[in-house]
């Protein structure tokens, strides 16, 4: 069985992806492998699909970008006519554009599932948006779906996450919260700043911090950014392997990175730390112009 997803939308694929992993691994005696297209050969694809497994066990073999390998598209339309047929299940996962006249395409296309994910129309999107915030218990006005739509667009990574955050401050979503907490520049910046709390250089990581409040973002914006990216690293600690996290793989990696820096408890300390101080602010317990310091001064 082959299956191929791909498409400009990667983040309905790769969620479509981990669905299809859960469905498959859910069978007793699979056994799931990762391979990298870019860099397969034919013989070590041969050997994953048509090869006997120890136990004999049926195999759930992914592979990514498989469609960037010139070589070995070729050869597989030339020698590959038994992977067709496998017993196995062969998901081809694509992060760049697939051309319908590809050869792959042209040579898997009869006897495959190929599900393809263009990006959301407005209309579409918006549904998207209401959904996704409904799945967390939460609700929105029509002008805060507005302003989403605006600021973030087709970039359903960014939109999950924002919404996330979004729910984290408030389950009611109002047009002014989106504008709170909602930068566009700011989440690509703040890598620098958890950065540098990684490599323990508090001075540089206030410097960088006062730099965002001096371009007017606001303290609930940025410690929703920093919880959010310390989640991050938490998710991929647990996960072991960044790739088989559901975050964009951009973020992905970029967590990885950064969690090699900390061990999983100080993750956690800082992470409920963050929480804390976000609280704090909330009730009146912490200055919320202090609050980002002393954060900074207790990692």
């Known amino acids: 069985m082959i299956i191929l997803l791909y498409g400009k939308d990667t ?3 790769k969620n479509r992806l981990n669905e299809l992993k859960k469905e498959f691994k859910n069978e007793s ?22 090869g006997l497994s120890f136990f004999n066990e049926k195999k759930l073999i992914i592979i990514e970008n498989v469609f960037s390998n010139k070589t070995l598209k070729e050869e597989i339309k030339e020698k590959g006519k038994e992977f067709l047929d496998s017993e196995n299940i062969i998901i081809l996962y694509e992060t760049d554009k697939v051309l319908k006249g590809d050869i792959l395409y042209s040579f ?4 495959s599932t190929i599900e393809e994910f263009d990006l959301l129309k407005e209309g579409e999107l918006r549904k998207w948006i209401l959904e996704e915030i409904e799945k967390n218990n939460g609700s929105a006005s029509s002008q805060a779906v507005d302003l989403l739509l605006e600021y973030i667009g087709n970039d359903l990574w960014r939109q999950h996450n924002e919404i996330n955050k979004l729910i984290s401050y408030k389950k009611e979503i109002a047009e002014e919260d989106v504008k709170l907490l909602i930068n566009i520049q700011a989440e690509t910046n703040i890598f620098t700043t958890v950065d540098a709390l990684a490599d323990k250089d508090k001075e540089k990581a206030i410097k960088l911090i006062k730099k965002h409040l001096d371009k007017g973002e606001s303290v609930f914006g940025l410690l929703a950014m920093i919880a959010y990216q310390f989640k991050n690293m938490l998710i991929v600690k647990t996960a072991g392997d960044y790739r088989k996290t559901s975050l964009n793989p951009f973020v992905a990696r970029k967590s990885f990175y950064q ?5 999983f408890e100080d993750l956690k300390r800082i992470y409920n730390k963050i929480l804390e ?13 202090i609050a980002i310091e002393t954060l900074i001064l207790e990692i």
């Open 277 to 289: 101080i976000d609280s704090g602010i909330k009730t009146g317990k912490i200055d919320e112009n």
């Open 259 to 263: 969690s090699e820096k900390f061990s």
């Open 29 to 50: 005696g699979i056994n799931e492998r990762f391979l990298d297209g870019k860099i397969l050969t034919f013989e070590e694809l041969k050997n994953e699909v048509l």
């Open 11 to 13: 983040y309905r694929s």
């Open 108 to 111: 898997i296309r009869k006897k």
